[in-house]
């Protein structure tokens, strides 16, 4: 395990001084993956961006977790979306 790919739940828990049951909530959701070492739980960093926007979400406009997890689904449907637009369009640009 690289040191520098992984960081540690508790981190996160006290950099943004949020209650780790809330890390843990957002677990059981199955809105983020940990991967578990001895008796430490950690995110990848890839994740940390996702991570911190579900933190933001809760702390800064006060959403719970249930339309936390709404709001990142409609997300990833956009995203999704958006790539199938660009596809169409660079396959339509073939025909002009």
Known sequence: MEKNEFILVESICQYHNIDPTFIESLIDLDL??????????YFKTDDLVQIEKMIRLHIDL????????????????????????RSFKKRLSVFE
Do not use: P
Not at 32 to 41: G, L, M, R, T, Y
Not at 71 to 84: D, K, R
């Open 62 to 85: 006060g959403i719970n977790l249930e339309g936390i997890d709404v709001v990142v689904n409609l997300l990833n449907q956009i995203e999704i979306l958006e790539e199938e637009l």
């Open 32 to 41: 983020v993956k940990v991967i578990k070492v001895e008796n430490f739980k």
